[in-house]
C-alpha cells in the first residue's frame, strides 16, 4: 500500500495550495479518505474527511469555508484544495486511508506546507 502526497511547498498568507494524495495498492473506492496535519511541537489533527462514495466531507472548524477536499475514484486520488491559507496552517501535511468498520489504516509519508505571513 502507497499513499504519494505532493502538492506542499512555500506560499504567502492569502494563496492557494492544491494537495493531491495519490493511492495504490487499495480499493480506493471503499476507503474513507482524510487529510491531517502536525504543526511543529503539536500532535496530529485532522483537517478534514471524504467518505467513499465522496458524498459526505466533515472539517476540522479552523478550516471551514476554506479549505475544500475532493476525490477522483476512477485516478484513485484525493485532493486538498487550499485558499485564504494564514501562517497557522504551516504544517506536515498526510493522507489517510481508512476501512470504516475495521482498525485499518495507512498513511503517506506528509507533504510540507509553508504559509509565509
Not at 500532535?43 to 466533515?58: C, F, K, M, P
Not at 485558499?83 to 482498525?103: H, I, K, M, Q, W
Request: hydrophobic content about 35%; charged content about 15%; overall charge positive.
Amino acid at each position: 500500500v502507497q499513499l504519494v502526497e505532493s502538492g506542499g511547498g512555500l506560499v504567502q498568507a492569502g494563496g492557494s495550495l492544491r494537495l493531491s494524495c495519490a493511492a495504490s495498492g487499495i480499493t480506493f473506492s471503499i476507503y474513507v479518505m482524510g487529510w491531517y496535519r502536525q504543526a511543529p511541537g503539536k500532535q496530529r489533527e485532522l483537517v478534514a474527511t471524504i467518505i467513499s462514495g465522496g458524498g459526505s466531507t466533515d472539517y476540522a472548524d479552523s478550516v471551514k469555508g476554506r479549505f475544500t477536499i475532493s476525490r477522483d475514484n476512477a485516478k484513485n486520488t484525493v485532493y486538498l484544495q487550499m485558499d485564504s491559507l494564514n501562517p497557522e496552517d504551516t504544517a506536515v501535511y498526510f493522507c489517510s486511508a481508512a476501512r470504516l468498520g475495521t482498525r485499518l489504516r495507512y498513511w503517506g509519508q506528509g507533504t510540507q506546507v509553508t504559509v509565509s505571513s
